[in-house]
């Protein structure tokens, strides 16, 4: 089969590979649709992701499909089953799994290669993480599953409250998304450096967006949109070590900061001992996702309450990626979705 391979550093290869088969427990499915996601980019400017992929390998890891062969003791699943799986699922043993902390799991079975003509899905993930979608749900909209659920146990441990005012720094998928889950109960303030994605994310339910080349510093004007306090949840989804920091300095006294965007491996950021103490600030990171929230993602996608359609810049054949992961560099496409 035709697949995606990372190499290293902006060093992605198509190549014929052999087709998968399933050992037991394991299904393979014809891939539908993979859709590109910002880590994706990430993984490949950085050349590698410290807990989920090491190269060279397989590579990207948001996807939907039929099942087209089913390894033995696979009993709840048959070929031709419309499904998508999470990348990963959790031990359900571990000192995390057992207090239901699942994305936290030291022993996450991590799956990528998404960018293919067919994919096999681990054991553990056909148990916990892998589900049935809709005859009538289009393939890209399922393969969004995976990121939507990281948002949503985002929203989870962000401590919003109805009418909070929250600022969103970011305007990728993630960001977006974001702003399409929590415009129903609070007003988003959206920060980001696209005016055209600016534009989804005021179609999403954004209350007010701003292009941060046209704003010299950020926190000032959240303060003069907040009766001079500051906003009440911020949320930061670019991964960038100085937009942490500027997430923090818009946070008012009581706030929830949730830094949400992974930053590079080793780096740091700085932050006011006195403003933390004496602001009583909730600063949290957020990582991944669990098999709850995976549901829920799939059940609000399949619902079509929001146009996640949005957020699909485009399709694309697979021999197209090279030139689709140059253009997500460029912000020239938000998602993608690659139809091998």
Known sequence: MLAALLYGQEDLRLEEVSDPTPAAGEVVIQVGAATTCGTDLKVWRRGGHARMLIPPTLFGHEAAGRIVAVGT?????????????????PCMKCFFCQRQEYSLCPN????????AQYLKIPAPIVEHNMLQIPDELPWELAAMTEPLACVLHGVARSNIKPKDKVVVLGDGAIGLMFVAVLSEKA?????G??????EIGQKLGATQTFNYHQIPYIPSV???????????????????PSVWETAIACARPGATVNLFGGCPRDTSITISTEQLHYSELTIKGVFHNTPEYVRSALALIASRKIP???????????????????????????KVAMIP
């Not at 003791?73 to 699922?89: L, P």
């Not at 306090?229 to 989804?237: K, N, P, Q, T």
């Not at 054949?317 to 560099?329: A, H, T, W």
């Open 73 to 89: 003791g696979v009993t709840n699943w048959q070929v031709g089953d419309r499904i998508v799986a999470n990348n990963s699922a």
């Open 108 to 115: 996450l079975t991590w799956n990528n290669g998404t960018f």
């Open 187 to 191: 007003e988003v303030l959206l920060w």
């Open 193 to 198: 450096g696209n005016n055209h994605r600016l």
């Open 222 to 240: 959240v303060k003069e949109l907040t009766q001079g306090w500051g906003a009440d949840v911020v949320i930061e989804a670019t991964g960038v």
């Open 308 to 334: 996640f359609e949005l957020l699909i810049s485009e399709q694309r054949p697979l021999k197209d990626l090279e030139q689709v992961f140059s253009d997500m560099k460029a912000r020239k496409v938000i």
